[in-house]
């Protein structure tokens, strides 16, 4: 049964601080999705990682893959209220067609 | 149009009613999905369809029962459902079902069974 493991689960900081979540799964995938979801809304898409050692940044966040060791992070940098929200992985198998979630990282950013 | 649209955005129900949920999408994608999100959980996977054919079901419940009427729309229609089924129920589309495709959610239907 595939895994998806974030950690940690729950992650308060400080506003300018820096942090990385972490995403590890347990089987053969080459794609990888974050997305943030705030309280009682949807899934909004972050990033999509398709090769190994891929690495995208938009503003305060930068996400990376390494299919190699089964591991995504996603690094916060010098953060702001704003990004308080649950993030959550999501890995595609090889060869198959559904998504399986990560446990989801719930952060909040405390002035 | 690059968006995905539910409807209703609320549902109350009782244990013995019949509703459906809707789920509508512009884009021209040929996939669309079904979640279903308990609080403070991670989505979990119930339907895919493919070109209108099912083609993922997560062993999901009879009384749950999805329809795919076009390319464009995307149903769930709900029959004797107990309270452990209220949830937050999200649809998502992609292009296709190629493995790299991203998915783009809608804004969920909370439904709540009494």
């Known amino acids: 049964e595939l895994k998806v493991e974030q950690n940690p689960l729950f992650l308060s900081m400080q506003e300018g601080k820096n942090y990385t979540i972490y995403c590890n799964y347990s089987t053969t995938s080459d794609r990888l999705y974050w997305y943030r979801q705030d309280p009682g809304k949807s899934l909004e898409s972050l990033f999509v990682l398709l090769s190994n050692g891929a690495v995208k940044q938009e503003g305060r966040l930068m996400a990376s893959l390494d299919t190699k060791a089964r591991l995504s992070t996603l690094h916060i940098t010098a953060a702001v209220h704003d990004l308080s929200a649950t993030y959550f992985c999501?890995?595609?198998?090889?060869?198959?067609?559904?998504?399986?979630f990560g446990t989801g990282t719930r952060l909040t950013v405390i002035p | 149009d690059t968006e995905v649209t539910q409807t209703p955005k609320h549902l109350v129900m009782g244990m013995t009613n019949k509703k459906s949920l809707k789920c509508e999408q512009h884009m021209g994608h040929r996939a669309m999905y079904w979640y279903k999100q308990k609080a403070k959980k991670p989505p979990e996977l119930m339907f895919v369809y493919s070109y209108e054919k099912l083609s993922i079901n997560e062993s999901v419940p009879s009384r749950f029962s999805p329809e795919c009427p076009n390319s464009s729309l995307l149903n769930l229609h709900l029959h004797a459902l107990q309270p452990e089924d209220s949830a937050l129920y999200l649809c998502a589309s992609t292009l296709g079902l190629a493995v790299y495709n991203e998915q783009f959610f809608g804004p969920g239907t909370r439904l709540t069974v009494l």
């Open positions: 999501a890995v595609g198998p090889t060869g198959a067609n559904n998504l399986f």
